[in-house]
C-alpha cells in the first residue's frame, strides 16, 4: 500500500497542466494571454447552439392531407419548430430556418381554422415549444462599449429571431383565444412558474415584443381565475424592485397598462389589499427618475383608483406632495398635469379637505424659475372645473397665492408668466371682488411691516466695534478725495446760523438708513480732534499754487465726493468771502451736532 501511494504522489507531482491551464502558468507574471479562439456568445435566442446536423425536413401542408392524418401531422411541425438557431449569421441554416418559418405559419391556420377539440397531447406540445422559443436568458443592459442602456437616449436592441418569435406569440395568442380553450387541461402546463418566466421578458428592449406580451398576460389573467391573486403577486413584487432595487426594467409601461384593465374590473368597495397596493406599489412609481417612460400609464391606473374609490384621494395627494421633484423641471411638469386630472375627478366637499396643501405646492410652482413650471401651473386656471372648485374656496387659496401672483406680474423675468400671473390675478378679482381687495390690502400692510421691520433692524455687533474704533488719518486718500470733487459755488448770500440749525433739525427729522452689515458709511465714522485739525490745516496743491482765501480753503477741504450724503448736505450751505470766523465755528458745529444724531 506505501508502495501505491508513493508511486500515485510521484505520477501526480510529475503531471504537467495542459490547455488554458498551462498558458496561464507559463504566461509572466501581470500578464493575461490572450486566447485564440473566439469568446463563447451570451445564451440568447439571437445566440443558441444546437446540435441538428443536415436541414430540418420538409413536411407536407396540413391542409393537403386527410382529417384523420391532421392531428398527428400538427404534432410533428410542432416538434420541429422545438429547434432554435443561431440568428447571427442569416446565411447559417438558411433553408431550416425557412423550413421552421412555414411550419410556424401552417400551426398557426391550423388553430385558427379548426372547428374540432384539441386534445391534450396537443396542449402539451405547444406550451412545450412556446416555452422553448420564448424563455430565455435575455441580453444584458450594457452595450458593447460597457454603457447602461439608456430607453430615452438609446435605440433599442431588436431580438434578431423575431421573425421566429413574433409567430410563436402569434400562435399562443390564437391557442389561448380558441372557442374550445380547455382551462381545465391547460391548468396542468401554465403555471405560475410559466407565468413568472412570461414576466421576465416583459425586460425585453424589444417594443415589439413586449406588445405582443402585454396581450398575452392579459389573456392569462382572464381565461385562468386561481391565477389571478398569484399575477398581481408578482406584478407587485417586479415593481418594488424596480423601486427599490435596480430602477431599470423596459416593461413598466406595459405592465402597467395590463394592470389598469385589473383595476378597472376591482370591484367596489375596494378590498383592503388594493388599497395598500396603491399607497405602496403604484404611488411609489413616481420616485424614479425615468417616470416620464410610463407616467401617462401610471397617472391612469391611479385615476382608476380615484374613479372606484373617491375617498383615497387624500393618500395620494399626501404621498405626492412628499415625493414632489426638486430641480427636475420636467419630472414636476409631469406632477402638475396628474394632479391636473386628479382634480377633475373630486367634487367640491373632497376638494376641501386637499385644496391647502395642493395649492401651497402649486403657488411654489407659479415663483419657479424655470418658465415651462410655472406657465403650467399657471395654466390651471385655464381648467373649468378647477376654477369652479377654486371659486367655492377662494377664502382658503387666494390668501396661499395672492402674494406670489402679485410679485410674478411685476418682476418675472420671463413676459408670459408675467401676463399669466396679471390674467390670475383679474380672474380672482372676478370671482370674488370684495375678498380680493381685502387679501390685497392685507399683503400691501404685510409687506410694510416687513419693510419697517428691515429699516429698525440693529447694527450687528461686528459693525458696532468696528464703529468704536478710532480711525487712522490717511492724507493721500483725503487729498485724492478732495481733488475729485469740485468746491461748491459762491455766488449765493451768506446764511445765518439760525438757518444751519434748521436744516439740523431737517436732517434730524430724515430717517434713519438701515445699516449694512459689515459695510461702514464715512458718516459713520467718529468725530475726532485731531483728524478735523489735519483736515482744516490741509491744502492742495492748487491751493497752493494758487492761495485762495481760508474759508474757501475750509470748504474745499471738507468736501468729499465719495459720499453722497455729505453732498447732499454739503449742497445746502453756501459761504461768502467775508465770513466771519464765528459763522464758521457755528457752521461746524451745525454739521456735526447732526452727524452726531444720525
Not at 422545438?82 to 430556418?97: E, G, L, V, W
Not at 391556420?109 to 416555452?131: H, K
Not at 441580453?139 to 413574433?166: F, K
Request: proline share 7%; net charge negative; charged share 25%.
Amino acid at each position: 500500500m506505501a508502495t501505491r501511494s508513493n508511486s500515485l504522489k510521484k505520477s501526480s507531482s510529475t503531471e504537467q497542466p495542459t490547455g488554458v491551464i498551462a498558458k496561464i502558468a507559463s504566461a509572466p507574471k501581470g500578464q493575461i494571454p490572450v486566447r485564440s479562439a473566439s469568446l463563447k456568445k451570451s445564451v440568447s435566442s439571437r445566440f443558441v447552439e444546437h446540435s441538428l446536423t443536415g436541414n430540418l425536413e420538409k413536411l407536407p401542408p396540413i391542409k393537403d392531407v386527410p382529417p384523420n392524418l391532421r392531428v398527428e401531422l400538427l404534432l410533428r411541425k410542432i416538434k420541429q419548430c422545438c429547434i432554435c438557431f443561431d440568428f447571427t449569421d442569416d446565411r447559417k441554416d438558411a433553408q431550416s430556418k425557412e423550413v421552421k418559418r412555414e411550419a410556424l405559419i401552417q400551426c398557426v391556420e391550423y388553430i385558427f381554422s379548426n372547428r374540432e377539440p384539441l386534445t391534450e397531447p396537443i396542449y402539451a406540445a405547444v406550451f412545450t415549444m412556446v416555452a422553448i422559443n420564448l424563455f430565455r436568458p435575455l441580453p444584458p443592459h450594457i452595450n458593447p462599449s460597457g454603457v447602461m442602456y439608456d430607453p430615452e437616449e438609446d435605440e433599442p436592441i431588436l431580438e434578431a429571431a423575431w421573425s421566429h418569435i413574433q409567430i410563436v406569440y402569434e400562435l399562443f395568442l390564437r391557442f389561448i383565444d380558441a372557442p374550445d380553450f380547455n382551462t381545465q387541461i391547460a391548468k396542468n402546463f401554465l403555471d405560475q412558474k410559466f407565468v413568472v418566466q412570461l414576466l421576465d421578458l416583459f425586460d425585453s428592449e424589444d417594443p415589439r415584443e413586449r406588445d405582443y406580451l402585454k396581450t398575452t398576460l392579459h389573456r392569462i389573467y382572464g381565461k385562468f381565475l386561481p391565477l389571478r391573486g398569484f399575477i398581481r403577486t408578482a406584478i407587485r413584487d417586479l415593481f418594488c424592485t424596480f423601486i427599490y432595487e435596480t430602477t431599470h426594467h423596459n416593461g413598466v409601461a406595459e405592465l402597467l397598462e395590463v394592470l389598469g384593465s385589473i383595476i378597472n374590473g376591482f370591484a367596489v368597495p375596494l378590498k383592503e389589499e388594493h388599497k395598500q397596493f396603491l399607497s405602496r406599489v403604484l404611488l411609489p412609481l413616481h420616485k424614479p427618475k425615468n417616470v416620464s417612460l410610463f407616467n401617462s400609464q401610471l397617472s391612469y391606473c391611479v385615476c382608476q383608483f380615484v374613479d372606484k374609490d373617491p375617498t383615497v384621494i387624500d393618500t395620494i395627494f399626501r404621498q405626492l406632495l412628499r415625493m414632489w421633484p426638486v430641480g427636475n423641471s420636467p419630472k414636476e411638469v409631469l406632477f402638475i398635469n396628474e394632479i391636473e386630472e386628479l382634480l377633475n375627478m373630486i367634487d367640491d366637499q373632497l376638494f376641501k379637505g386637499v385644496c391647502v396643501g395642493v395649492f401651497k405646492q402649486i403657488a411654489k410652482c407659479f415663483k419657479a424659475e424655470h418658465f415651462q413650471v410655472a406657465e403650467r401651473a399657471l395654466y390651471l386656471w385655464s381648467n373649468d372645473h378647477i376654477v369652479s372648485l377654486v371659486a367655492n374656496n377662494v377664502e382658503l387659496i387666494l390668501p396661499l397665492v395672492y402674494g406670489i401672483l402679485h410679485h410674478n406680474s411685476h418682476s418675472h423675468w420671463n413676459r408670459t408668466i408675467r401676463s399669466l400671473s396679471a390674467g390670475s390675478l383679474q380672474l380672482f378679482e372676478e370671482i370674488n371682488k370684495t375678498f380680493f381687495a381685502k387679501v390685497a390690502r392685507q399683503h400691501f400692510e404685510n409687506q410694510l411691516a416687513k419693510n419697517s421691520v428691515r429699516m429698525e433692524k440693529p447694527v450687528p455687533t461686528a459693525v458696532k466695534q468696528q464703529e468704536q474704533k478710532p480711525p487712522t488719518p490717511t492724507p493721500t486718500s483725503s487729498s485724492a478725495t478732495t481733488n475729485s470733487t469740485p468746491p461748491p459755488s459762491h455766488t449765493s448770500s451768506a446764511k445765518t446760523t439760525e438757518t444751519d440749525v434748521d436744516v439740523a433739525a431737517a436732517m434730524q427729522a430724515m430717517p434713519t438708513p438701515t445699516p449694512v452689515s459689515g459695510v461702514r458709511r464715512k458718516s459713520l465714522l467718529p468725530i475726532d480732534a485731531s483728524t478735523l485739525d489735519a483736515l482744516s490745516k490741509f491744502k492742495s496743491l492748487e491751493d497752493i499754487v494758487t492761495p485762495a482765501d481760508d474759508d474757501q480753503d475750509f470748504e474745499d477741504n471738507y468736501s468729499d465726493g465719495s459720499d453722497d450724503e455729505l453732498e447732499q448736505e454739503d449742497e445746502g450751505y453756501s459761504s461768502s468771502s467775508d465770513m466771519s470766523d464765528s459763522e464758521d465755528a457755528a457752521r461746524f458745529a451745525a454739521m456735526q451736532a447732526a452727524r452726531g444724531r444720525r
